[in-house]
């Protein structure tokens, strides 16, 4: 365990590096997320009763989307791991006295944990100081930010799970441009990160919700505006940990199987 703490803290100190690619991060997602909120104002303005949410919960939930982009977002790969797959050097990684599927685990919460604490303060605080309605809310009861908290985790991991299995299936094929275009096309639209969940037909909405992409970040944004409550809370934050622990196996299997057969040619 030790190993990979101090595997976790250089790279997650070596995160805090890009600065100037954080600041620019924080005006784009600032920018991006006014103007999607200015989107969705103008189609509320026309019948507010025909929307799932309310634009003060859709507000926060873009504003979280914004804040915690690094945590959340599926089209952010790591390259080095896809060249190491693709050019063999992944022998050099299988020399060190460590599990892979779980140093390149820990790899991937320190990448995002670091560029998130750079990007998210100076979002949510310019959040909370815009006016009503567009401005962030806190919950009506700490136990409601609580459990977001907790399901933020929940959240974050299955995100890097899900990037695991990806990372595995890329030992099966030649190029894995095919593989990341599909698998984070999928993940961004069925995740929320497009549109929210609620706001898909009803039919769709009730299948997608038990998909995992549903439990990455729809569950804890939602439950700080909200638009999750009571029992349901729970509910989905069980399907987090459910689809946390089958991710987190079957990315282990084709981790496994894939180094078990795996040939390095070369001098």
């Excluded at 590096?17 to 920018?31: E, K, S």
């Excluded at 063999?88 to 670091?114: H, K, Q, T």
């Excluded at 039919?203 to 009571?230: C, H, T």
């Amino acid at each position: 365990m030790k190993k990979y703490l101090s595997f976790f803290r250089m790279r997650f100190i070596n995160g805090f590096q890009y600065r100037i690619a954080a600041l620019a991060g924080i005006i784009t997602q600032f920018v991006w997320g006014m103007m999607e909120i200015l989107m969705f104002r103008a189609f509320y303005r026309a019948n507010p009763s025909a929307f799932p949410m309310e634009f003060s919960a859709l507000s926060s939930y873009v504003w979280f989307q914004q804040a915690f982009l690094a945590l959340f977002m599926t089209w952010f790969w790591e390259k080095e791991l896809f060249e190491s797959i693709k050019t063999g050097n992944i022998a050099y990684e299988l020399c060190r006295p460590v599990d892979i599927y779980s140093m390149w685990f820990v790899r991937g919460i320190a990448n995002r944990a670091s560029k998130a604490i750079l990007r998210c303060i100076p979002i949510l605080l310019t959040g909370f100081l815009l006016p009503s309605p567009y401005r962030l809310v806190l919950p009506d009861h700490l136990s409601v930010f609580v459990l977001f908290l907790m399901s933020m985790l929940l959240g974050f991991l299955v995100v890097v799970a899900y990037g695991m299995i990806i990372y595995g299936l890329t030992f099966y094929t030649v190029n894995p441009m095919g593989i990341r275009m599909v698998s984070q096309s999928l993940a961004e639209f069925l995740s929320g990160a497009v549109i929210p969940l609620p706001f898909l037909p009803d039919k769709i909405r009730a299948v997608v919700e038990l998909l995992p992409f549903a439990a990455m970040q729809n569950v804890p944004f939602r439950i700080y505006s909200q638009d999750i409550s009571g029992s349901d809370i729970y509910q989905a934050m069980l399907l987090q940990v459910i689809w946390l622990i089958i991710l987190v196996t079957v990315g282990k299997i084709i981790m496994n199987k894939a180094l078990g057969s795996l040939t390095v040619q070369g001098g």
